[in-house]
């Protein structure tokens, strides 16, 4: 990773692309602004909908724009009722 590593706390919007090895590029809001963002790395175990903790940097791709590339991802279970019923 470029910069030293982050947490970003989000919901898994949507699954844009899943290749080898877990690798994938999501769209997932972010907890702390409520703005769509592209997240890149490896996801298992996890739905659209889920809230998810990333660790990794904010990248700038030519091709696509900021993305948030990760290494390590944690589903956190739903605390309140609206979220147990998603």
């Not at 970003?8 to 702390?32: H, M, N, P, Q």
């Not at 739905?47 to 990248?59: K, P, Y």
Request: aromatic share 8%.
């Amino acid at each position: 990773m470029s910069e030293a590593a982050h947490t970003l706390k989000c919901t898994l919007e949507r699954i844009r692309y899943s290749g080898r090895g877990f690798w994938s590029v999501a769209s997932v809001r972010r907890s702390d602004t409520g703005a769509l963002a592209t997240a890149c790395g490896p996801l298992t175990a996890c739905s659209e909908g889920d809230t998810l903790e990333l660790v990794g940097s904010w990248e700038e791709d030519p091709n696509y724009g900021a993305q948030f590339k990760f290494s390590k991802a944690r589903t956190i279970l739903p605390s309140d009722d609206l979220g147990v019923l998603r």
